[in-house]
């Protein structure tokens, strides 16, 4: 089945660094989220997007819509050792809202 | 908080047995999805759920697997007989209908097949 782009694929960071992340389609979505998750466990959701050109926060975490709508961006400010895990984007679209995962930034954090 | 319940957490089964794993969404979600991730790789859809209906199983190995959600509430989706290429996990999620939708996870299933 189809997934979308991410890169980086994986990243070591020091602790205290800010990281960009970024997931890309070939196809337009209405909904953009992302999510983390931890290992051997479920997709928690981070954020959710809902309109071309949105910047939305939370916390440490900002995220973007891209004005092309195929694209979205994903900031953490000043990580921290529980941001380790890996980050999915996922693109929602069509009638029954059918839901597309990226490929997963894994990021690791060095104290 | 309201949550997506999914069990069993973890199933050790042997090839050609069958299998079956149970999900409860959240209270009024519509939309039930059931995801396969392999280990490495993002989540994959194998069937979607708008209520109890089938709107999505383009993904869904037809020969082994079923799902259903009968009353359009909790779902099962089985596996008969399990390969060990089956080895994931098998995530449900659900939605609200329509709308500004925002998908939230279970823990999932650890399957391993051996």
């Known amino acids: 089945g189809q997934q979308l782009n991410q890169s980086p694929q994986s990243m070591f960071i020091q602790e205290g660094e800010d990281v960009s992340m970024n997931c890309t389609s070939s196809s337009i979505f209405n909904t953009w989220l992302w999510y983390k998750q931890d290992p051997g466990e479920g997709p928690v959701l981070l954020i959710a997007l809902y309109k071309a050109g949105e910047l939305t926060s939370n916390g440490r975490l900002t995220a973007q819509f891209g004005i092309t709508r195929k694209d979205s961006f994903l900031n953490i400010s000043a990580s921290i050792p529980s941001d380790v895990g890996i980050y999915f984007c996922?693109?929602?679209?069509?009638?029954?809202?059918?839901?597309?995962f990226g490929t997963g930034t894994k990021l690791q954090v060095i104290p | 908080e309201a949550e997506v319940a999914q069990s069993p957490r973890y199933k050790i089964t042997e090839k050609s047995q069958a299998v079956a794993f149970w999900c409860d969404p959240i209270?009024?979600?519509?939309?039930l999805y059931w995801y396969r991730q392999i280990l490495g790789q993002g989540p994959e859809l194998l069937v979607q759920?708008?209520?109890?209906?089938?709107?999505?199983d383009s993904q869904l190995p037809k020969d082994r697997f079923s799902a259903e959600r009968l009353k359009g509430v909790d779902s099962t989706l089985k596996i008969q007989p399990a390969e060990l290429g089956d080895s994931a996990m098998y995530l449900c999620?659900?939605?609200?209908?329509?709308?500004?939708?925002?998908?939230?996870f279970g823990q999932g299933t650890r399957l391993t097949v051996v």
């Open positions: 759920f708008q209520d109890e209906s089938v709107v999505d």
């Open positions: 996922a693109g929602i679209s069509g009638g029954y809202q059918k839901v597309t």
């Open positions: 999620a659900s939605s609200l209908e329509g709308g500004h939708t925002e998908a939230f």
């Open positions: 209270s009024g979600h519509a939309t």
